[in-house]
Nanobody, 122 residues
Framework: QVQLVESGGGLVQAGGSLRLSCAAS????????MGWYRQAPGKQRELVAA?????????NYADSVKGRFTISRDNANNTVYLQMNNLRPEDTAVYYC??????????????WGKGTRVTVSS
């Protein structure tokens, strides 16, 4: 059974910082991508940042967070982090950890965390 355990959400004032973490556990044979999505009320879920292992650890970010957020990975522990600086009220959302990988027979698999809420007050 695969589990994604997220932590680090909370309430902060504009300009503040938070660090989200997501630890993956269970029988994932190979992890290809670890990332963060978010969904605000009335909006669709969107990609915030991704760490693409298959590309040698390349990263990509939504334009709205570029320069403020940083994604990183602890390879040994299958943990991904999202450092969020200079937070804005429009960053308020539920943030979801996402893992894409492959089973031992290379069948593609995808898992989601339950989400952690981030609220940024003005």
């Amino acid at each position: 059974q695969v589990q994604l355990v997220e932590s680090g959400g909370g309430l902060v004032q504009a300009g503040g910082s938070l660090r989200l973490s997501c630890a993956a556990s269970g029988s994932i044979y190979r992890i290809n991508v670890m990332g963060w999505y978010r969904q605000a009320p009335g909006k669709q879920r969107e990609l915030v940042a991704a760490y693409v292992i298959a590309r040698g650890g390349s990263t990509n970010y939504a334009d709205s967070v570029k320069g403020r957020f940083t994604i990183s990975r602890d390879n040994a522990n299958n943990t991904v982090y999202l450092q969020m600086n200079n937070l804005r009220p429009e960053d308020t959302a539920v943030y979801y950890c996402n893992v894409q990988g492959a089973a031992i027979d290379y069948v593609g698999v995808e898992y989601w965390g339950k989400g952690t809420r981030v609220t940024v007050s003005s």
